[in-house]
T-cell receptor, first 114, second 113 residues
Framework: AQKVTQAQTEISVVEKEDVTLDCVYE???????LFWYKQPPSGELVFLIR??????QNEISGRYSWNFQKSTSSFNFTITASQVVDSAVYFC???????????FGTGTSLTVIP | SQTIHQWPATLVQPVGSPLSLECTVE??????LYWYRQAAGRGLQLLFY??????ISSEVPQNLSASRPQDRQFILSSKKLLLSDSGFYLC????????????FGQGTRLTVV
C-alpha cells in the first residue's frame, strides 16, 4: 500500500528564515513518482515539482529546493528566505508505478510572519 | 495545459438529500480522473479514481459513488447525504498518468446541515 506522511502539521517562521517541510513515503513499488503541491487560502492546488524514483538528483528552483533520498524514503522541501506569500498548506504526494493511484499526505500548514 | 471545471463552488444541503457534483476537463483526452475530499481544511483523501469511461475505482467505502459517463466528465454522487459528508471536494485530472502532475479544479465546499 502507498502512504505519505507529513509529520509537521503546522509550522510558523519569521520572514526571511529558511524552513524545511518533511515528507516520508511508503511504497512497495520500485518505480514510483513523488510530487509537491501548494494550497494557498483560495483552496486550489498548485503543482510545484515532481520526481521519479530513479532520479535522486536534488533540485533547486529559485528559493525552493527539494532533497530526495531513497535510503530514508524522504522527499523534503526547503524554502529559503521565506516570504509572507509562502504562507499556505503544502502537500507531498505519491503515485504508484502504474500512475493510476495518486495519494497525498495530510499537509503542512506554513505561516510566514512578517 | 488542462483546465478543470467544477461546480458549484459552494453548496449547503440538508441531511438525507441527494448530491451531484460535476467535473469536466478541457485540454486533454483520456485522462485519469480523481475525486478527493479535504475535511477539516487539511488532508486530501482519495475517494475515487477513473482510468477510462465507465471505469471507477473506489478507495474508501462510504456513502458516495462516482461515475464517468464521458471521457472528460466525472460525477460524484450520493443518494442520501450524511453530516460527515461535509468537506471540500476536489476533482483532479492527470494526462498519461505515471510521472505527470495532476491538475485540480477550484473545488466545491459542501456543508451538510
Amino acid at each position: 500500500a502507498q502512504k505519505v506522511t507529513q509529520a509537521q502539521t503546522e509550522i510558523s517562521v519569521v520572514e526571511k528564515e529558511d524552513v524545511t517541510l518533511d515528507c516520508v513515503y511508503e511504497t512497495r513499488d520500485t518505480t514510483y513518482y513523488l510530487f509537491w503541491y501548494k494550497q494557498p487560502p483560495s483552496g486550489e492546488l498548485v503543482f510545484l515539482i515532481r520526481r521519479n524514483s530513479f532520479d535522486e538528483q536534488n533540485e533547486i528552483s529559485g528559493r525552493y529546493s527539494w532533497n530526495f533520498q531513497k535510503s530514508t524514503s524522504s522527499f523534503n522541501f526547503t524554502i529559503t528566505a521565506s516570504q509572507v506569500v509562502d504562507s499556505a498548506v503544502y502537500f507531498c504526494a505519491l503515485s504508484d508505478f502504474t500512475g493510476n493511484q495518486f495519494y497525498f499526505g495530510t499537509g503542512t500548514s506554513l505561516t510566514v510572519i512578517p | 495545459s488542462q483546465t478543470i471545471h467544477q461546480w458549484p463552488a459552494t453548496l449547503v444541503q440538508p441531511v438525507g438529500s441527494p448530491l451531484s457534483l460535476e467535473c469536466t476537463v478541457e485540454g486533454t483526452s483520456n485522462p485519469n480522473l480523481y475525486w478527493y475530499r479535504q475535511a477539516a481544511g487539511r488532508g486530501l483523501q482519495l475517494l475515487f479514481y477513473s482510468v477510462g469511461i465507465g471505469q471507477i475505482s473506489s478507495e474508501v467505502p462510504q456513502n458516495l459513488s462516482a461515475s464517468r459517463p464521458q471521457d472528460r466528465q466525472f460525477i460524484l454522487s450520493s443518494k442520501k447525504l450524511l453530516l460527515s459528508d461535509s468537506g471540500f471536494y476536489l476533482c483532479a485530472s492527470r494526462q498519461g498518468a505515471r510521472n505527470t502532475e495532476a491538475f485540480f479544479g477550484q473545488g466545491t465546499r459542501l456543508t451538510v446541515v
